[in-house]
């Protein structure tokens, strides 16, 4: 076993990071995820590495967009207002199939909003928040150590797929100490880069990254090659966790953060007497989709718990399509859902 | 038969789309001659910009990167810092540069970041038919100013190597024209010590051409060369404006 | 079950974070599964501070607490903010030199302690929040004595580790008080 350590959770996405291989981060300061550029500064000249603090998401997007072209391991990280600037490159670098990872540790919205954790960037990661027909790979991780895990998986998915993967926490995960397990060695996957525009040496032809494509023949057969690699994804990438559905009558759905909380909800309801599990999405694109065949027959319904409006929610409907009701349960602004406001949910289901 | 003229290595043998009379095709040779003179073509990734100059990845061999409107400048930041040996340069018209990517110019600029900036200034909106420009001189006519620039309502030209000159990053900036054979002499000079600035390590390095765009000014191309001569240059002198001293 | 959910509550600069971090870092060493989350805003110095600390022999469900087993107060609203979170037969643990305010419930075992003037007598007033600390040991056993020097150890860089001596001494006293 490997190191044993307190760590914030911003701080374990930047090391994952730096394990990971990745050599290149730029960013902008902004709550609540700032400790990831803080941490970068630190750890990146020791380890060869580049840390540069941008003039503004938009240019360190663009960054990014350049490092990934020249072939590298690189990252971004900023908070929900920064993800919106960071729209057009995440556009651009899907588009152009660049590996490159985001993270957004999410704050309550929409405008300058608030500095508390939220879930309402949901549509905006999972639906493509940028123009045009793409996807990232969304993963939300729950824990610290899942931080860890999945920031080194994300890097190696953006790798063999060449797409953007989103790492979507929020306040609570970027603030909160947990003990992470660290592995001696990564499990990082190689990948052909030969696209690459790293310079060709007078030895090949010479590589152009882009996503211009001006003739509506080309540009439509562009579109058909990204989805059918979305398809692939979707088939073969969906990543869940079920807890506690074997005998259980109501299944909550919720991802990251209030996936803890609904932990304790399920404790909670058990005492009770309810029989309660969780569905816990990993992968939010692509959606879990096959997680709900598993818990299908045996749930009287399912409830929806986010730190938004319902978001998620319309994923959730699309999945149990109509064979059982969906109930949905949440907090905006930064309120964080209490184990009592989704208990009295259950009891009002229970009543029918 | 001894050949005393061909196309550089660094230019791909296809026809351009650019309007006749239009400079960016003897902007492009000149960064082409550069890039074979000095023998760097295989270790140079170039960034193509947003603007009649988008697609120019199909014209140049070394390889390219086609960037954002306004945010090659960032791009180029990001390949340079990958590969800190490669020659990283961008090529960037007036909107795209002086408008929508003023912020990663300046930001690029002040860090003195070792890349070089080919930046065409015809003071208008060529790929998109003729509006104004940042770059748009005082009473011009375009699409959107169609009763001329009034400093009033649509505010006054920018004068790039002036406002970069400001700033301690740059190594190296100088504004060059294309009206003639001399002056294109001379641009091909200031291109060269731009990147000779970048090989040896010096910082930002930037060059601006000052070109034509017969199509949207409504002028054949010998009037546009007339229009640079005559009129743009009053306003955007020539000259070195960083770097003056600087032995490459 | 082993199980403490602790909320912490006071101004900023009074060492509400560092208490916190301290607990869960003993915690771990002491070999349980911990979480620490703090408040975080634009306050800094003098600002509402609180955080929230498990330590569990199970894995930990929510870092974010709803009700907590024990609560350590440093100022009169943090007592008004969280009282009502604490469980029946919670331990409620006050500094008494800055609250002056009293509980009003009466299903908690509540327990005063001078902790600033106690760390302004001895001579550092940086370790009021070490005193109070260590009452929460005696009282619920959260973790070692032990632990929280190591734990010190761990957390504080090396320039400070000549003050550890007198933050023992300041656990002790909060202990024995």
């Known amino acids: 076993m490997g190191e044993r350590l307190l760590m914030k959770g911003n701080e374990v996405i930047a090391e994952a990071a730096i394990r990971a291989g990745c050599r290149h981060y730029f960013g902008y300061p902004i709550t609540p995820q700032t400790e990831i550029a803080h941490y970068m500064a630190k750890k990146m000249p020791k380890v060869g590495g580049v840390f540069l603090q941008a003039e503004s998401e938009v240019a360190a997007i663009n960054m990014v967009y350049g490092a990934a072209s020249a072939g590298k391991r690189v990252m971004t990280s900023s908070s929900s207002p920064g993800i919106s600037l960071k729209q057009e490159g995440i556009s651009y670098a899907s588009g152009s199939q660049l ?24 549509f905006q990661a999972t639906k493509g928040g940028g123009h045009g027909d793409y996807h990232m790979i969304v993963l939300a991780p729950s824990s610290v150590q899942e931080l860890y895990e999945l920031t080194v998986d994300a890097f190696n998915l953006a790798d063999q797929y060449r797409m953007v993967a989103m790492i979507l926490g929020d306040g609570v995960l970027g603030q909160m100490m947990e003990v992470v397990n660290f592995r001696d060695e990564e499990p990082i996957v190689e990948t052909d880069k030969s696209w690459c525009a790293c310079g060709h040496g007078m030895k090949r032809e010479h590589n152009t990254i882009t996503s211009i494509h001006l003739d509506p023949a080309v540009l439509e057969q562009w579109n058909i090659n990204l989805q059918n690699k979305y398809k ?68 009287k319904a399912f409830l929806t718990v986010e730190m938004s409006s319902g978001q998620m929610l319309e994923d959730v409907m699309l999945a149990v399509n109509g064979r059982k009701p969906v109930y949905f349960t949440g907090r905006m602004g930064g309120m964080i859902p209490r184990v009592d406001d989704v208990m009295a949910k259950i009891k009002e289901i229970m009543a029918g | ?179 003639d054979i001399k002056h294109i002499k001379k641009a091909k000079e200031a291109v060269r010590k731009a990147f000779k600035v970048q090989m040896a390590g010096k910082g930002f390095s930037l060059v601006e051409i000052l070109s034509t765009c017969p199509t949207n000014w409504g002028m054949n191309p010998l009037e546009a060369l007339d229009r640079v001569k005559n009129e743009m240059i009053e306003y955007y002198p020539l000259g070195v404006f960083a770097g003056e001293d600087l032995e490459v | 079950m082993f199980l403490h959910e602790v909320i912490i509550a006071g101004f900023g600069g009074q060492g509400i974070l560092s208490a916190g971090r301290l607990i869960a870092y003993a915690g771990m060493l002491d070999g349980r599964e911990v979480s620490f989350f703090p408040s975080y805003g634009p ?103 032990e632990s929280f020097e190591k734990a010190l150890y761990g957390v504080l860089s090396k320039s400070k580790h000549y003050l550890i001596p007198q933050e023992m001494e300041a656990l002790r006293a909060g202990m024995e008080y």
Request: glycine share 8%; with cysteine; charged share 20%.
């Open chain 1, 99 to 122: 590996p490159a990872v985001v993270v957004n540790i999410m704050r309550g919205g929409p405008g300058l909003g608030g500095i508390q954790p939220s879930q309402s960037d949901y």
């Open chain 1, 232 to 299: 692939t994804i979707c088939e073969k990438e969906q990543r869940y966790e079920i807890y506690k559905c074997d005998d259980a009558e109501i299944i909550i759905v919720a991802y990251g953060s209030v996936a803890r909380i609904a932990k304790n909800v399920v404790q909670v309801a058990r005492e009770e007497g309810i029989k309660v599990g969780l569905l816990r999405p990993i992968t939010l694109w692509p959606f879990p989709v096959k997680a709900f065949e598993q818990v299908m027959d045996r749930a």
């Open chain 2, 1 to 179: 038969m001894a050949v005393v003229f061909d196309r550089p290595h660094a230019l791909v043998d296809i026809p351009m789309h650019y309007c006749p009379g239009c400079t960016h095709g003897i902007a492009h040779r000149l960064v082409a001659e550069a890039l074979d003179e000095l023998g760097i073509e295989g270790r140079t990734v170039g960034i193509s910009s947003v603007g009649c100059s988008y697609n120019n990845y199909f014209y140049f061999n070394c390889d390219m990167i086609q960037a954002p409107h306004g945010r090659a400048p960032a791009v180029a930041t990001g390949v340079k810092r990958s590969l800190p040996d490669s020659i990283v340069f961008t090529y960037q018209g007036d909107g795209d540069l002086a408008a929508i990517g003023t912020a990663e110019i300046v930001h690029a600029a002040a860090r003195g970041e070792n890349i070089t900036v080919i930046f065409i200034n015809n003071t208008i909106y060529g790929m998109t038919s003729g509006q104004m420009a940042p770059t748009t001189l005082l009473n011009q006519v375009t699409t959107t100013t169609p009763y001329g620039r009034d400093p009033k309502l649509h505010g006054n030209p920018i004068r790039v190597c002036e406002m970069l000159s400001t700033l301690k990053g740059p190594a190296y900036i100088e504004r060059v024209s294309l009206h």
């Open chain 3, 43 to 145: 306050e800094m110095r003098g600002g509402t501070a609180n955080c929230m600390v498990v330590v569990s022999d199970e894995p930990i469900a929510s870092p974010v607490l709803n009700s907590c087993t024990a609560l350590i107060v440093m100022n009169n609203p943090s007592l008004e903010k969280f009282e009502s979170y604490l469980k029946k037969d919670g331990v409620l643990i006050t500094d008494s030199s800055l609250v002056q305010q009293k509980p009003v419930r009466n299903d908690i075992r509540h327990f005063e302690l001078p902790a600033t003037l106690m760390a302004s007598d001895a001579g550092n007033k940086a370790f009021s929040n070490i005193y109070l600390v260590g009452k929460l040991i005696k009282e619920t056993g959260i973790i070692t004595p």
